[in-house]
């Protein structure tokens, strides 16, 4: 049987890049997601644009769809105030509906066997408090109400019920080329460096505290989701994700300095949050400066300054203490890695090469 994977919230940072990742191999492909996704690949692929929250059109969409043997579940409902949000009833409620609605009318054709859900260290409840270090899949569940235990909670019974396995994610910060998404912190550090050059001023560090924290490349995430759509030890099972090494943000300051092609200097605290959407005038001279793509600096950094202030633990008396085991996944078989600085300037080299930030300076 042919291989064929719905991916949804495909125009998301992790969904563009299990996209990219599965039309690599082979695999025919249906992209879920609001606005058609930009990829390198030049395979065809079918894209359906529908609003997941509706249950009928969700139905109706992903319903005809013929032969989906697995689902990247990468779609995620934000509230406009991204942190605040993380603790909100009714984003809890609309991001399970949005599993149920496209599971169900998938599972319904029978020829499901797969699906994988992300959640990451909120799970460990590292937004409300310091967690085990190592955090450890096989950790008690943290007692706090959140989304992705009501979606893991929901996918475990659908599995009973339809016969497919599963695999629950659990990655730290990841990093990759999207832009205008909540969680990507690199187009917030790029458009931060760019603002800060043109008005003379050096790229500083905006946070608090110094801390040490893990991230993973959107790229080895990818590879991971399709080693376990197929791999009989992925069925079933809870996984932590990291790059592979630690890092710490003063000491990643300097490289992405000189990929950015700017200078450092002592300390800024800011919160950028209000800081960025400020400097959009100074943004738009910056494009229109260096003939960069015509995006708005909300449309290139979306809610990721939102982010950007709580991983750099703007305000905070410490950052957040979020180390976990990958151990698990390793003995399992999957066992790559990347060095985190790499993935730091790959990303924003790949954002200026695309023309959304500016060329490093000379």
Known sequence: MTNKV??????????????????????D?????????????????????????????GREALGGLSGVT??????????????????????????ETM???????????????????????????????????????RDPRDDHENYM??????????????????????????????????LNIIPAIGA??????????PFSFPGGPSFVWEAVDVRLLADALAWAATAPQAADETFNITNGD??????????????????????????????????AGVWDKVVAKYDLRPLSLDRVIGKAHQHADFAFAYGA???????????????AGFTEVMDTEDSFRHWLQDLIDRRILPPAAS
């Open 70 to 95: 697995h689902v990247v579940y990468a779609a995620v409902y934000e509230k406009p105030d991204l942190v605040a949000g993380w603790h909100d009833r009714d984003q809890m409620e609309t991001n």
């Open 317 to 331: 008396e410490a950052g957040p203490r979020a180390f976990v085991s990958t151990i698990k996944l390793r003995q």
């Open 149 to 182: 235990f009501r979606q893991e909670d929901y996918l475990r019974a659908a599995a009973g019920r339809h016969g497919f396995a599963y695999t629950v994610w659990r990655p730290q910060v990841v990093i990759g080329p999207n832009v205008g998404v909540e």
């Open 99 to 137: 599993l149920r609605n496209t599971v169900e009318p998938l599972a319904a054709a029978g020829a499901l066997r797969h699906v994988s859900i992300l959640q990451g260290t909120k799970a460990y409840g590292v937004h409300l408090h310091p967690i085990p270090i190592p955090a450890r899949e």
């Open 246 to 279: 630690v890092f710490e943000w003063r000491n990643l300051w300097p490289a992405l300095a000189e990929t950015l092609g700017v200078e450092t200097g002592p300390d800024r605290p800011l919160p950028l949050t209000s800081y960025l959407p400020e400097k």
């Open 6 to 27: 719905v991916i949804t919230g495909a125009s998301g940072l992790v969904g563009t890049a299990s996209l990219e990742k599965f039309l690599g191999e082979g695999w």
């Open 29 to 57: 492909v249906v992209a879920v997601s609001r606005r058609k996704p930009e990829v390198r690949s030049r395979r065809p692929f079918q894209h359906v644009a529908v609003d997941l929250r509706d249950e009928a059109a």
């Open 192 to 201: 931060y460096a760019a603002i800060a050059r043109e008005e003379g001023l």
